[in-house]
């Protein structure tokens, strides 16, 4: 079974520039979770969506945005990167069943802004 | 909106002794307490979970405990390999989201 990918591996971008992540789930998972882990720190909830909906969002500006496609993968979006949006993001699919959500992480995708 | 403090944030231990690592959470409604486990340049990987209609789980040289009372659940490594050293993070959820602590980076000295 393959598990969860992400593209690209690593993403150089301006300040200003917009930035596309993307993630795939394990087959049969219809959720996704994207973090952001900024060197040195935990795990920063960003978005969950689960069948193509948006289910919750972390504290986070507008500027960070993504959907789900019909085949259950996700895209987030960065608009108007600043220098701290630098981090590694991380996805995670899980098959929602309501309390208890195994989640399963992708590589992810390390985000530099210059 | 739910809190999650872990400590230590970091530990060292000698090859062979316990690791223990501590979280506590401010939301009665989490019900999920999984544990990750992220070595250097790796994705995090589940270790062991816990939920909260139990009190204790084991997996081999792995436990997790859980103290629903006092909002508490603690991660315990017996006989350490230098294996186990990496990045471990204790999370809660409701269901809804999960929160995760900040991490403890353990290191098993052989």
């Known amino acids: 079974e393959a598990g969860v990918t992400q593209s690209p591996t690593h993403l150089i971008k301006t300040r200003g520039q917009q930035a596309t992540l993307r993630c795939s789930p394990i087959?049969?998972?219809?959720?996704v979770y994207w973090y952001q882990q900024a060197l040195g720190l935990g795990l920063q909830f960003l978005l969950w969506y689960d069948e193509g909906e948006e289910r919750n969002r972390g504290n986070f500006p507008p500027r960070f945005s993504g959907r789900q496609f019909p085949n259950y993968s996700s895209e987030l979006n960065v608009n108007a990167l600043e220098l701290e949006d630098s981090a590694l993001y991380l996805c995670?699919?899980?098959?929602?069943?309501?309390?208890?959500?195994?989640?399963?992480f992708g590589p992810g995708t390390r985000l530099t802004v210059l | 909106g739910e809190n999650v403090e872990q400590h230590p944030s970091t530990l060292s231990v000698q090859e062979g002794d316990s690791a223990v690592i501590k979280c506590t959470y401010s939301d009665s409604a989490s019900n999920y307490f999984p544990w990750y486990k992220q070595e250097l340049g790796k994705r995090p990987q589940l270790i062991i979970d816990i939920r909260s209609n139990v009190g204790e789980k084991k997996d081999q040289r792995i436990a997790v405990t859980l103290n629903k009372t006092a909002k508490h659940f603690s991660l315990h490594i017996t006989e350490t390999q230098p294996e186990d050293s990496a990045v471990y993070f204790c999370a809660a959820s409701t269901g809804n989201q999960f929160y995760f602590g900040t991490g403890t980076s353990l290191t098993v000295i052989p």
């Open positions: 995670a699919s899980s098959f929602f069943r309501g309390a208890y959500n195994e989640q399963f």
């Open positions: 087959s049969g998972h219809t959720s």
